[in-house]
């Protein structure tokens, strides 16, 4: 039984040891990439779910496994979602003990000066004028900044140890973390966010945001059930849209007004002009442009002389031309039996070009621009039971093509008319096409989270930038009292250096430090002693080299050995 | 805002010539290359001794240090027309930028132009810093192709663009997009050429031509994790300004459009990069493929998801 529990913590450990390893992370970290790709390379529902019945149509054999497997829903996916949570998991159990070491490390004194500064990386010596504590103070006024242990050593020599950098850890922790928060604040926005469109009619209608069926279309959050939108009402007065002769649109503007809180229920409106990049931002809320089109006005005049006129939207087909399809239902006026009522119910439906074109044998109509220049309908007029009252929802742009199949709805004309033309049905019923209205579609979106993403994403970026930017680096100083004589001066300087990570460019810093710490009141009369800089692996050579340093340079080892030597220890 | 044809077509002028002057640039190159030293022994002519004095007598070598041998000459003639080229180039997307009164970055045309002269400048910038000269034929060969299809099959006529690009994020956004990527194309050079050199290293008799005449292996990692580094911070706020942008134009911050899913398959590629170098068993070809993976994410997301896939990243003319 304790062999039992010992072999399954030994499992559990080496199990959670391997998951937060590097290895792990990166593999992972492929794993992300490569299972993000049917996203981009297959349709997905939640860009276009049209055009993932199509790829299913195509793909009668393989289309309903991968909707299965979820390959057309990738991001909400949970074999997606096992990638990124193993991912944060490996990086949290890398992130604890690295925090818990910076922290150690942030009170801990630099490392002991090396027996042989002359291995390091980056070396150089001189002999000095200067006696041992004068060059130590020197040193220590020139590497301020820089955290220190000055350190002594038989035969009055001594040392200075620093190291700096610090920040590069802190960078990298902030970065891990910060990605971490972004990935919640994402969920959270998942959670209690919503998304809804509606298509509003620009002569001064009004919408409110007070329920689920205001929307035409509506994508809640999980924790979201409607009924706690955030209050507010909008108003589109007017819209313009202005299209180069392209036909490439150029501006899209509505003039809209708005009221929340306390103005609600009275008629204080604020003005807004509502355009693309320019959403309105109001209770939390923002209101967005999607899109507009066009409401053709039809004048019914019924055969007992009474008139109906109506403007409802009508879908574009084409967003070149913005070419729509549509439906207007007009139920006959002055009828009160309902039975009566469905044999004469009108619909006309069709097609409307805001600046008509015709085909060469000047039936078929098309759509040459997107503004209204010269607009034309060409409609088939229904009439009969359309089928409203039967309780089942139908399309608002279309009618129920089961009545027609059933003989209950009858198609009574077809005819092209433009503005001002009218056609007349067997029983003299007249239908004008009396005028163009405009609509915008709108979307409101909501989502309390995304600032708190905002955020996360800056501190992404600056501990990103610090991590790369900064460099771990030491530098050491030994000054030891020159007995034998030799070089003339009183005092043999010499300073050793190392880039603690694999960060290239420690070389020109060195390069002046060891200026710095070298120049100090230098023996006139004694010839400089050869100051070697060893090749150092992080740097190119000559090339690269800072014009103070050049000087410096006496050999250059052939390059080699690893890129990013460790810690000496 | 109307359109200067006039000024268009000295962009289109300008915009040809240079691809034809990086080609030369690149035969240039590519003429050192063929016939040059081996990079070995031209590295023993750097040593240069304390204050200038030559550390060692040099017998052999004074004469030839007086002038530069052919094959040099024509590496840095090759330099030389590089930044030629690099100014017509310049000028090909500032002209289009006069004429149409707009950042010269609204279409896949001038996109790619823009990404390639990010590309030549950084190139322009290592080759300051670092001796890797002879890259300069396998950097330029990408991309005189991405030009030359974005002058061909992707060209667009100088014009306005949508309204919802008509926002200074397009500045903000397309310029971080543009200079991370252009960064990346001489990354991705790089380590390709790293795995090359790693091969030619292990075993003399692989590539055996061209091995011999890269820099060393070395340099090559480094220059690929220099530029790495510069682009990577770039491209990571090129991604949240299109965020940012995207929640005012959208409706979203985030929708897994195609190109936003790529460019993040591209940054987490290049963060496998990163963490790749400081892996144990995974530094040097490893890391080196996993750039170049991330090279091919890229021009995957140049081409690709604009021209195959439908999604809100499609600009006028094309896509």
């Known amino acids: ?348 439906t069709g097609l409307f070009a805001p600046t008509a074109a015709y085909d060469h044998t000047g039936k078929i109509l098309t759509s040459a621009f997107p503004m209204v220049n010269n607009p034309a309908v060409a409609v088939d007029v229904y009439r009969g039971d359309l089928g409203t009252d039967s309780g089942s929802p139908q399309s608002i742009f279309s009618i129920d093509e089961r009545m027609v199949r059933d003989g209950r709805l009858n198609k009574v004309a077809r005819q092209n008319l433009e503005l001002g033309q009218e056609l007349t049905l067997d029983d003299g019923t007249r239908i004008r096409f009396d005028g163009v209205e405009q609509w915008i579609s709108i979307q409101v979106s909501h989502d309390p989270a995304q600032v708190w993403v905002l955020v996360a994403a800056v501190l992404v970026l600056a501990g990103l930038g610090a991590s790369l930017v900064i460099k771990r680096r030491r530098v050491w100083l030994r000054v030891r009292p020159n007995g034998a004589g030799e070089g003339g001066g009183r005092t043999v300087v010499e300073v050793g250096g190392l880039a603690r990570t694999d960060q290239a460019g420690y070389g020109e810093e060195f390069g002046r430090l060891a200026g710095d710490l070298l120049a100090a009141r230098t023996s006139g009369t004694a010839p400089n002693k050869i100051v070697a800089d060893r090749a150092d692996p992080e740097r190119t050579g000559s090339d690269e080299a800072g014009p103070d340093e050049t000087s410096n340079k006496t050999q250059r080892a052939a390059a080699g050995g690893g890129h990013d030597r460790q810690d000496v220890p | 805002m109307s359109i200067n044809s006039t000024l268009s077509q000295y962009s289109d002028l300008s915009y040809t010539t240079a691809i034809a002057i990086y080609v030369f640039a690149m035969l240039l190159h590519a003429a050192e290359n063929a016939f040059g030293r081996r990079a070995v022994q031209r590295e023993q002519k750097a040593l240069v001794a304390a204050g200038g004095v030559p550390l060692a007598e040099q017998p052999s070598r004074g004469v030839v240090d007086t002038g530069r041998a052919l094959p040099e000459r024509l590496g840095r003639m090759g330099v030389s027309l590089t930044v030629l080229g690099a100014a017509l180039h310049f000028a090909s997307l500032a002209l289009r930028g006069l004429a149409t009164g707009r950042v010269p970055w609204g279409n896949m045309y001038e996109y790619i132009s823009a990404v390639c002269l990010g590309a030549v400048i950084a190139w322009l910038v290592m080759l300051r810093r670092h001796s890797v000269r002879q890259l300069g034929a396998f950097v330029l060969l990408p991309l005189v192709v991405l030009m030359f299809l974005a002058g061909t099959v992707l060209y667009a006529q100088a014009g306005p663009v949508v309204p919802a690009l008509k926002s200074y994020w397009l500045v903000i956004h397309v310029s971080a997009m543009v200079i991370s990527s252009g960064v990346v194309l001489v990354a991705g050079v790089a380590s390709l050429l790293y795995l090359v050199k790693a091969r030619h290293e292990a075993n003399p008799s692989t590539f055996a031509k061209l091995g011999s005449r890269l820099p060393a292996a070395d340099a090559l990692d480094r220059l690929a994790y220099r530029t790495t580094v510069f682009a990577l911070p770039l491209m990571t706020f090129g991604i949240m300004a299109g965020a940012i942008w995207a929640e005012a134009a959208w409706g979203r911050y985030w929708g897994w459009d195609p190109k936003e899913t790529v460019a993040l398959v591209s940054w987490v590629i290049y963060a496998a990069y990163l963490h790749s170098r400081a892996t144990a068993g995974w530094r040097g070809n490893r890391a080196a493929w996993v750039n170049v993976v991330g090279f091919a994410a890229t021009v995957f997301n140049l081409f690709f998801v604009n021209l195959v896939t439908t999604g809100l990243h499609s600009y006028a003319g094309v896509g």
């Open chain 1, 1 to 348: 039984m304790r062999s039992q529990i010992a072999a399954a913590s030994a499992f559990l450990r080496n199990t959670w040891r391997g998951l937060t390893s590097m290895r792990t992370a990166l593999v992972l970290l492929f794993l992300l990439a490569l299972a993000a790709l049917p996203g981009v390379l297959l349709p997905q529902y939640s860009l276009n779910s049209g055009k993932v019945a199509e790829y299913k149509a195509e793909h009668s054999t393989i289309g309903p496994w991968l909707d299965k497997l979820g390959f057309f829903n990738v991001f909400a996916a949970p074999w997606f979602a096992a990638i990124y949570l193993l991912l944060f998991i490996s990086l949290i159990g890398c992130l604890l003990p690295r925090t818990v070491e910076y922290l150690r490390q942030l009170r801990a004194r630099p490392g002991l000066t090396p027996r042989n500064l002359s291995r390091l990386p980056h070396h150089a010596e001189r002999t000095v004028d200067a006696d041992v504590d004068e060059v130590v103070a020197a040193g220590r006024q020139r590497l301020r900044g820089w955290r220190k242990e000055i350190g002594e050593e038989p035969g009055g020599v001594r040392t200075i140890s620093a190291e700096r950098g610090y920040l590069r850890e802190a960078g990298n922790l902030v970065f891990h973390f910060s990605m971490m928060l972004l990935l919640v604040g994402l969920a959270v926005g998942k959670l209690v966010g919503y998304e809804g469109q509606v298509i509003v009619r620009a002569d001064g209608s009004q919408w409110c945001n007070s329920g689920l069926f205001n929307y035409d279309s509506f994508r809640p959050g999980l924790t979201v059930d409607g009924t706690n939108l955030s209050p507010f009402c909008v108003r589109v007065d007017s819209f313009r849209a202005n299209y180069l002769p392209s036909g490439q649109a150029d501006t899209f503007h509505a003039d809209i007004a708005y009221q929340a809180g306390d103005d609600l229920g009275t008629d204080r409106w604020n003005p807004y002009g509502l355009e693309v990049n320019e959403p309105l931002r109001v209770a939390g809320d923002r209101v967005y442009l999607l899109g507009h089109g066009y409401a053709p006005r039809f004048v019914v005049t019924f055969p007992d002389g009474q008139t109906r006129t109506q403007a409802i939207q009508w879908r574009p087909t084409s967003t070149a031309t913005l070419l729509s399809e549509g439906a207007t239902k007009f139920d006959p006026p002055g009828v009160t039996d309902p039975a009566e009522r469905r044999k004469h119910q009108l619909a006309i």
